[in-house]
Nanobody, 124 residues
Framework: QVQLAESGGGLVQAGGSLRLSCAASGLGNYCMGWFRQAPGKERDVVAAISWSATSTYYADSVKGRFTISRVNAKNTMYLQMNSLRPEDTAVYYC???????????????????WGQGTQVTVSS
């Protein structure tokens, strides 16, 4: 049974940093991604990473501020978020797709498994 579990969310002031983690179980090394959903909005991609971490992808809104990474030996993916802004406030989800090279990485429909989400709140 595949399980994805996010952790690391919380409340932070604008300009601060947080690191999210996603622990995967029951799943081999596949493309994984981070999405976020703010109240009343659609679930949008934040970043994605290929199975070997050789390829990473970012939404324009987070380029230069967020870094996605993974440690396959620990079955864990990370999202380091720096220079946080109030508009980054959302529930953050990790997801996995059953491909290694992130086919259609930016669409939620391209992912097969999802975590329950972790709340990130950035105060101004």
């Amino acid at each position: 049974q595949v399980q994805l579990a996010e952790s690391g969310g919380g409340l932070v002031q604008a300009g601060g940093s947080l690191r999210l983690s996603c622990a995967a179980s029951g799943l081999g090394n596949y493309c994984m991604g981070w999405f976020r959903q703010a109240p009343g909005k659609e679930r949008d991609v934040v970043a994605a990473i290929s199975w070997s971490a050789t390829s990473t992808y970012y939404a324009d809104s987070v380029k230069g501020r967020f870094t996605i990474s993974r440690v396959n030996a620990k079955n864990t993916m990370y999202l380091q978020m720096n220079s946080l802004r109030p508009e980054d406030t959302a529930v953050y989800y990790c997801a996995a797709q059953l491909t290694r090279y992130c086919t259609n990485w930016s669409s939620a429909n391209g992912y097969n498994y999802w975590g329950q989400g972790t709340q990130v709140t950035v105060s101004s």
